[in-house]
């Protein structure tokens, strides 16, 4: 078996045995899941472990998120075809990839610069062309594309950083872990109605600190 069948087998057992297991249902959630390697993303040493059940370091002090929370972040969403999406911390470039295999446009902003050079390298030998990145802080998202159809933040705060909040469409989702940065966290999903945010709490969540909204 090469490399990009064993990926797709082991992709495949980790959509049914950890994410379909616990209850995500959005077929093109599941589907992402499947074709996007994640092998491919994750430092050299750590391959063997890429489809664990775990988060994993990456360098820089910072993490690939478990799949499982990939697939629960992406689902609340709700995001729809031709939808644009803002991605804050784009760390290792996999939540990345399977927001572009169900988004038109994503816009991913990272404060490290190795890890971005990383991650857009990696993602563009994939072929996903519909990504652009920006080096900076994310508390203070990318105005210039907004209007968002989704926004994913994968570091945690202790609120929903202002800014964030206006560059989100109207009847359109945000997705954080609220909390202590430095403990647990509860991932959060917030919907704008009429210009204001509708909160609810969900699983629990351990995340690192958005730094930029820390300060």
Known sequence: MGDAEGDRAMADLMVRNQIEERGITDGRVLDAMRKVPR????????????????????????????????????????????????????????????????????????????????????????????????????????????????????????LIPPALAAQLADGRTLVIPLGDPRGSQELTVARRTAGRLETRRSIGCRFVPLWGCME
Do not use: K
Not at 51 to 66: A, K, V
Not at 84 to 100: C, K
Not at 112 to 122: D, G, H, N, S
């Open 39 to 158: 092998r491919r993303f994750l430092p050299s040493d750590r391959g063997v472990d890429a489809y664990g059940d775990f988060p994993l370091p990456i360098g820089h002090g910072q993490t690939i998120s478990q799949p499982y929370i990939v697939a629960f972040m992406t689902e609340a969403l709700g995001l729809r075809a031709g939808s644009r999406v803002l991605e804050i911390g784009t760390g290792s470039g996999y939540q990345t990839a399977v927001l572009a295999e169900l988004a038109s446009e994503v816009y991913s902003v990272e404060r490290i610069e190795p890890l971005q050079a990383r991650a857009a390298a990696v993602l563009r030998s994939q072929g996903y062309g519909n990504v652009a990145f920006l080096l900076g802080d994310g508390c203070a998202g990318w105005p210039e594309h907004a209007p968002y159809d989704g926004i994913l933040v994968a570091a945690a705060a202790p």
